[in-house]
């Protein structure tokens, strides 16, 4: 029987150990998509305790919490922070066979030292080994963090309108050597069906002194403001979307169903999708120009639960995978891209698994010469990224394309402790190529196999973006 958490965790075969020491472990990493606020990266923030930098914003274990019966008080209320971490700690045990049980036994014996298990015995005797070291260790600082973590670019999320001041402040800092990249998320102008859209609008308009009457004012708006994040080290845009939708209208009728949902009058789905695509194919030429990569995520159901969306707003732990029909739509957009000439770099997540083979059968209808990989399978997305959701998107990957020209993983997240998911990424990876060597499916060539490992875990990202 192994023993939890070794050094040879979920690595099985001898050929997984090599790749997995020898060639993963110690490549750096293209953390390309997250949500690490740039502002923290920039006053390099300390923690005052493990559940502002664990339980703040992590979705994740307020899911697991909710599901534990944890009332709400402890989760996002107004408990104190030990009491919050104390419901998390007894909780952990009963998360058999969820990733988070990893992850975070991975992220208290990597940053804190800590080899034991956590539950509601001890739960006491981490929080206070982890808020000593918060609070003393100079390492344990946003940036020290990062660094720590052979962190080589941060990918943030920002929207059209920020200053990017923090970024400005840390691209002119030369003690800080990690590219800190801001990516431009479209969605509050592009999602004209969502509440905001029509104060974001005039957001839009003060922050580009544009005055926006049609949809072709909308473009030039977005034009100028992706203009700005250019000159700004942004290297990617990501878009948020329900489902992808391809239905190209005329001008007169995308501003139509704008001035509509400025009005709060009620649209037709026929008129929503007139006006998104009109403004994503927009967005989609200028990401071009710019030699930009364009991610699109689609398949989520965001909130459900209308009455916890009532209480506590969006973005707190209540989505879900959707089962949507995006496929014909998401061909239909990349080829009105790619007959023009304006196709760009693609990454493609869906959060539904059963997307993964038309997905990857997608990527070869639309590859180019100008890099290799040039449209992207995604990473196993939010509640795929799992051994299993990781196994099944590889492997998927692996059968319909190019395994060797894949980007690999993203935190997705708004925890500076994330990074260890690229460990465990990097151990799916090995276990899984380490398993089909030794069953005589792939020669045990280690230098290939451990060249194609390290473009996985950082080269090709590095590559792709332009790092």
């Known amino acids: 029987m192994n023993t939890f958490l070794t050094d040879d965790f979920l690595l099985d075969t001898e050929t997984a150990k090599a790749l997995y020491h020898a060639y993963a472990a110690k490549m750096p990493i293209a953390d390309y998509h997250c949500h690490i ?27 697991l919490m909710r599901s534990n019966g944890v009332e709400e008080k402890y989760i996002t209320g107004d408990a104190s922070d030990y009491e919050k971490f104390e419901k998390f700690a007894q909780t952990l045990p009963r998360t058999i066979g969820n990733p988070m049980y990893h992850w975070c036994h991975l992220e208290l014996k990597n940053y804190f030292g800590y080899t034991g298990v956590l539950n509601g015995e001890t739960a006491r005797q981490v929080w206070e080994l982890c808020n000593d070291k918060l609070q003393h260790d100079p390492a344990m600082s946003a940036r020290g963090l990062i660094l720590g973590s052979k962190v080589a670019m941060v990918g943030t999320t920002d929207d059209p309108c920020s200053d990017l001041i923090w970024h400005e402040k840390l691209a002119a800092d030369s003690s800080f050597p990690v590219q800190v990249c801001p990516s431009f998320r479209p969605d509050p102008a592009v999602n004209l069906h969502k509440p905001g859209f029509a104060a974001y609008l005039e957001q839009l308009e003060k922050t580009t002194g544009r005055t926006i009457a049609t949809v072709d004012d909308v473009r030039a708006a977005l034009s100028d403001r992706i203009a700005f994040f250019d000159a700004h080290g942004c290297r ?7 489902y992808v939708m ?13 001035n509509k949902a400025r009005a709060g009058e009620p649209l037709t789905r026929e008129e929503a999708e007139g006006y998104q695509t009109a403004v994503i194919l927009h967005c989609a030429r200028e990401y071009r120009k710019r030699n930009w990569v364009m991610q699109l995520h689609f398949s989520c159901m965001r909130n459900p639960n209308s009455r916890m969306m009532a209480q506590l707003g969006p973005d707190t732990g209540f ?17 009105a891209l790619e007959r023009e000439g304006n196709l760009p770099k693609t990454v493609l997540y869906s959060l539904n698994p ?30 795929n990224d799992n051994k299993t959701g990781m196994t099944e998107q590889l492997t998927s ?11 690999g993983m993203l935190t997705d997240s708004r925890s500076l402790l994330s990074y260890a998911r690229h460990e465990y990424f990097r151990r799916v990876l090995c276990a899984l190529l380490g398993r089909w060597v030794e069953n005589g499916e792939y020669p045990r060539d280690m230098i290939t196999l451990g060249g194609l490992v390290q473009d996985i875990c950082f080269n090709n990202a590095k590559r792709y973006f332009n790092l």
């Open 37 to 63: 606020d740039p502002k923290d990266i920039w006053e390099d923030r300390r923690f005052e305790s493990i559940t502002q930098i664990w339980l703040g914003g992590d979705h994740y274990k307020w899911r």
């Open 236 to 242: 990617s845009a990501d878009h948020g979307l329900d």
């Open 246 to 258: 391809c239905r190209e209208v005329s001008d007169e009728a995308a501003t139509a169903a704008m």
């Open 319 to 335: 989505d879900c995978i959707s089962v949507t029909d995006s496929c014909a739509a998401t061909y239909r957009l990349m080829d």
């Open 354 to 383: 059963a997307d993964n083979e038309w997905i990857d059968t997608l990527l070869g209808a639309f590859q180019g010469p100008e890099t290799a990989g040039k449209i992207q399978h995604g990473s196993a997305w939010w509640f």
């Open 397 to 407: 990957l692996a059968n319909l394309s190019v395994l060797g020209n894949f980007i």
